[in-house]
């Protein structure tokens, strides 16, 4: 006997509605005990999972799964046996994902999957033996499958005489007598069947959607069309409404991309680049002061600031990014801008000067278009432009990307010679040396764009007792290895340095060092013992968004720290004016760094957060700007969040434009082309 058969209302009956209804309302508990789960892991400051809450993801697993009730009754176990599993290794993946990134994964995200080999080691590290709760209830669906299998294959070994008389029923379909009755017994049960699912659809509908669409006109007005954060709709719609809009905003923005803008926007948008045009020149006297110089920027993995100039046991963390700083320019108060394309979006926004998108990579989604990149401007004045990362050059789809970006040749980990494995491929000191000697073989004046690996997560090198750094209390740690790989960083730059100035390549090169992104770390507590002083959220939140900038001419020229704010937007505006190329020409959403503090600068951030050097703000869950929290930089402390109201608004202007400029392909129409 089955395990379905005996779980009904006698030998030989089929699951009914009643049994059906009983699994359902199984699945849809221990579905929403998962959401809870996931919730909790997150641990989101100002978004809470609340009643409505509860509803809105209840509502949204009812509509995904109502067409249950539709199949034949030996169907409906199967499809929520499968739903289950679905759904958990969707959870799962978004709660590991959020770990490492902060974000949920995004139909962009999912189509870049083929980078999910290469984390190996990171997705490891972000694992936790709590985690396995999501999968308890696989073991026993897994046995109540096994039982219902075994039951039916003895079901069919029996002899005829002693199988269940349901068997006659079923033959008795085919009499002429009773062919009527059955066929209106079978109608009323699919009429009955799809009632149930239309009924479900309608209900699991209604207490999704209205709770949603109150949301979005009241507390939380435009914040689905702003999209600045997707844990601010995360906190409106839930996790399934949260992907079943980013899968429509993809659908849309693929067939939007081909329509041209309206002119009025294209208008609006033209001149915001127009009235931007002198923040992006820079002094005057600063144009074309290093005309025909080699510019070589590194981008460093996951090089974050609060630990450089530090010590550790009485030794210096970035001894020689510390030396570096006595003759260059220092910016202290500089940020990532990233989102969820990290690596590559930092990338973007020192060589593009524009924002990432709300989802996804600009690599992945929109390597066709076409962009004024540093490599591209500077081979117009006659440079060579070339890119080096020792790793594969089909992630982050780079090898395809760089060349619209204008590169050359993209140097990538089959140029190189593994002779230092370490982390995810080459250590960083034999790549930058590696990298110095293709340089030397390449015609002057050039652009070398380069980004490092070893300082990647999980940050667990197996250095060698020289390249070691004494990290006492925090030996053992994951904030102590990430310490030991910067440090290591540190020592490859500084080899790199040395090797630039033995081969006479220095004395005319423009050196550029910066970090990409934060270690993605929670690690408040052992910064906070790092520092010497308690660290408060809004301390940690500012130190995680915050990350190096060096910039070396070959003079040792404008030497200094610098306080003003900026971002990794402001580098390629910054850089072009001192190679004689006005960067007022070009549609770039960044600042030069040059112009001093009188001018005032406004960095923004892809969560909506922004700064000005006095104030610092940081967006609610919600959207809604008086949610928001400001914060004087002086005093640190909260301050009237309507100081901010100017800033917000260009911040969002901001976002909206480069999301436009990027989606919508618009610099060849922004230039008349």
Same mark, same amino acid.
């Given at each position: 006997m089955s395990f379905f058969n005996q779980a009904s209302h006698g030998p030989g009956r089929k699951p009914g509605l009643l049994f059906t209804s009983v699994l359902y309302v199984l699945f849809l508990c221990l579905m929403l005990g998962k959401l809870r789960l996931l919730h909790g892991n997150l641990q989101l400051p100002y978004i809470t999972m609340n009643g409505v809450d509860t509803l809105v993801a209840a509502g949204s697993l009812v509509a995904l799964s109502f067409w249950v009730f539709w199949l034949p009754p030996r169907g409906r176990f199967p499809a929520l046996a499968l739903l289950d599993l679905l759904l958990t290794a969707l959870i799962f993946a978004d709660l590991v994902y959020f770990r490492y990134f902060g974000d949920f994964l995004t139909v962009p995200v999912l189509l870049q999957a083929g980078q999910v080999d290469s984390l190996g080691g990171s997705i490891a590290e972000l694992l936790r033996w709590r985690d396995l709760w999501l999968f308890a209830d696989w073991p026993p669906m897994l046995a109540a499958a096994l039982w219902s299998l075994a039951g039916r294959r003895k079901k069919r070994w029996l002899p005829a005489a002693d199988r269940p008389a349901a068997g006659s029923a079923e033959r008795s379909f085919f009499s002429p007598a009773k062919d009527g009755a059955v066929r209106h017994g079978r109608a009323r049960r699919l009429t009955l069947r799809f009632a149930a699912g239309l009924l479900l659809l309608a209900i699991g509908f209604s207490a999704a959607f209205f709770p949603i669409r109150h949301a979005s006109q009241t507390w939380a007005k435009n914040l689905l069309e702003n999209n600045w954060w997707n844990m601010? !709709?995360?906190? !409106? @719609?839930?996790? +399934?409404?949260?992907h079943a809009i980013d899968a429509y905003r993809y659908a849309q923005t693929t067939i939007e991309k081909g329509r041209e803008l309206p002119e009025d926007r294209l208008s609006e948008i033209r001149g915001w680049f127009e009235d931007n045009r002198e923040a992006r020149m820079?002094?005057?006297? +600063? +144009?074309?002061?290093?005309e025909g110089s080699n510019v070589i920027t590194v981008q460093g993995e996951a090089f974050m600031n609060f630990f450089v100039g530090k010590e550790l046991n009485g030794r210096p963390i970035t001894p020689n990014l510390d030396k570096l700083r006595e003759d260059s320019l220092y910016f202290g108060n500089f940020?990532?801008? @990233?989102?969820q394309g990290r690596t590559s979006d930092a990338d973007l926004g020192a060589n593009a000067s524009l924002h990432p998108l709300p989802s996804g990579s600009v690599f992945i989604r929109y390597a066709d278009n076409a962009f004024d990149t540093m490599a591209s401007v +500077?081979?117009?004045?006659?440079?060579?432009?070339? !890119?080096y990362h020792a790793y594969d050059g089909s992630f982050w789809n780079r090898s395809r990307m760089y060349k619209e970006m204008g590169y050359d040749r993209f140097y990538d980990e089959q140029d190189y010679e593994i002779d230092e494995p370490l982390g995810w491929s080459l250590g960083d000191r034999s790549f930058l040396d590696q990298s110095v000697g293709f340089m030397e073989e390449t015609p002057e004046p050039f652009y070398s764009f380069l980004i490092t690996l070893s300082s990647h997560h999980p940050y667990n090198l197996a250095l060698k007792d020289e390249d070691k750094l004494d990290v006492g209390e925090f030996e053992g740690t994951t904030f102590g290895d990430y310490l030991q790989s910067v440090h290591y960083l540190d020592s490859a730059l500084g080899g790199m340095v040395e090797r630039l100035k033995r081969d006479g390549l220095w004395e005319n090169t423009i050196f550029v060092f910066y970090g990409d992104h934060d270690y993605s770390l929670d690690e408040r507590e052992a910064a906070g013992r790092l520092l010497g002083r308690e660290l408060s959220a809004f301390d940690y939140e500012q130190m995680m968004a915050q990350v190096p900038l060096l910039i070396h001419l070959p003079d040792g020229g404008l030497a200094g720290t610098y306080d003003e704010p900026g971002g990794q937007l402001d580098i390629m505006p910054t850089l072009l004016p001192l190679l004689g190329i006005d960067s007022g020409d070009y549609d770039l959403m960044g600042s030069n760094l040059l112009n001093g503090a009188d001018r005032g600068r406004l960095v923004v951030l892809r969560s909506g957060a922004f700064t000005d050097g006095k104030i610092y703000y940081a967006p609610s869950a919600d959207g809604v700007f008086e949610n928001g929290v400001c914060y004087d930089l002086k005093t640190r402390q909260k301050t009237d969040v309507e100081r901010a109201r100017a800033g917000y608004e260009e911040a969002a202007k901001r976002l909206s434009i480069s999301d436009d400029v990027i989606t919508r392909d618009l610099l060849p129409p922004l230039k008349g082309k």
């Amino acid at each position: 006997m089955s395990f379905f058969n005996q779980a009904s209302h006698g030998p030989g009956r089929k699951p009914g509605l009643l049994f059906t209804s009983v699994l359902y309302v199984l699945f849809l508990c221990l579905m929403l005990g998962k959401l809870r789960l996931l919730h909790g892991n997150l641990q989101l400051p100002y978004i809470t999972m609340n009643g409505v809450d509860t509803l809105v993801a209840a509502g949204s697993l009812v509509a995904l799964s109502f067409w249950v009730f539709w199949l034949p009754p030996r169907g409906r176990f199967p499809a929520l046996a499968l739903l289950d599993l679905l759904l958990t290794a969707l959870i799962f993946a978004d709660l590991v994902y959020f770990r490492y990134f902060g974000d949920f994964l995004t139909v962009p995200v999912l189509l870049q999957a083929g980078q999910v080999d290469s984390l190996g080691g990171s997705i490891a590290e972000l694992l936790r033996w709590r985690d396995l709760w999501l999968f308890a209830d696989w073991p026993p669906m897994l046995a109540a499958a096994l039982w219902s299998l075994a039951g039916r294959r003895k079901k069919r070994w029996l002899p005829a005489a002693d199988r269940p008389a349901a068997g006659s029923a079923e033959r008795s379909f085919f009499s002429p007598a009773k062919d009527g009755a059955v066929r209106h017994g079978r109608a009323r049960r699919l009429t009955l069947r799809f009632a149930a699912g239309l009924l479900l659809l309608a209900i699991g509908f209604s207490a999704a959607f209205f709770p949603i669409r109150h949301a979005s006109q009241t507390w939380a007005k435009n914040l689905l069309e702003n999209n600045w954060w997707n844990m601010s !709709v995360y906190n !409106v @719609t839930g996790l +399934l409404g949260f992907h079943a809009i980013d899968a429509y905003r993809y659908a849309q923005t693929t067939i939007e991309k081909g329509r041209e803008l309206p002119e009025d926007r294209l208008s609006e948008i033209r001149g915001w680049f127009e009235d931007n045009r002198e923040a992006r020149m820079g002094p005057p006297e +600063l +144009l074309g002061k290093y005309e025909g110089s080699n510019v070589i920027t590194v981008q460093g993995e996951a090089f974050m600031n609060f630990f450089v100039g530090k010590e550790l046991n009485g030794r210096p963390i970035t001894p020689n990014l510390d030396k570096l700083r006595e003759d260059s320019l220092y910016f202290g108060n500089f940020y990532h801008q @990233t989102g969820q394309g990290r690596t590559s979006d930092a990338d973007l926004g020192a060589n593009a000067s524009l924002h990432p998108l709300p989802s996804g990579s600009v690599f992945i989604r929109y390597a066709d278009n076409a962009f004024d990149t540093m490599a591209s401007v +500077l081979k117009e004045r006659g440079y060579a432009a070339n !890119v080096y990362h020792a790793y594969d050059g089909s992630f982050w789809n780079r090898s395809r990307m760089y060349k619209e970006m204008g590169y050359d040749r993209f140097y990538d980990e089959q140029d190189y010679e593994i002779d230092e494995p370490l982390g995810w491929s080459l250590g960083d000191r034999s790549f930058l040396d590696q990298s110095v000697g293709f340089m030397e073989e390449t015609p002057e004046p050039f652009y070398s764009f380069l980004i490092t690996l070893s300082s990647h997560h999980p940050y667990n090198l197996a250095l060698k007792d020289e390249d070691k750094l004494d990290v006492g209390e925090f030996e053992g740690t994951t904030f102590g290895d990430y310490l030991q790989s910067v440090h290591y960083l540190d020592s490859a730059l500084g080899g790199m340095v040395e090797r630039l100035k033995r081969d006479g390549l220095w004395e005319n090169t423009i050196f550029v060092f910066y970090g990409d992104h934060d270690y993605s770390l929670d690690e408040r507590e052992a910064a906070g013992r790092l520092l010497g002083r308690e660290l408060s959220a809004f301390d940690y939140e500012q130190m995680m968004a915050q990350v190096p900038l060096l910039i070396h001419l070959p003079d040792g020229g404008l030497a200094g720290t610098y306080d003003e704010p900026g971002g990794q937007l402001d580098i390629m505006p910054t850089l072009l004016p001192l190679l004689g190329i006005d960067s007022g020409d070009y549609d770039l959403m960044g600042s030069n760094l040059l112009n001093g503090a009188d001018r005032g600068r406004l960095v923004v951030l892809r969560s909506g957060a922004f700064t000005d050097g006095k104030i610092y703000y940081a967006p609610s869950a919600d959207g809604v700007f008086e949610n928001g929290v400001c914060y004087d930089l002086k005093t640190r402390q909260k301050t009237d969040v309507e100081r901010a109201r100017a800033g917000y608004e260009e911040a969002a202007k901001r976002l909206s434009i480069s999301d436009d400029v990027i989606t919508r392909d618009l610099l060849p129409p922004l230039k008349g082309k």
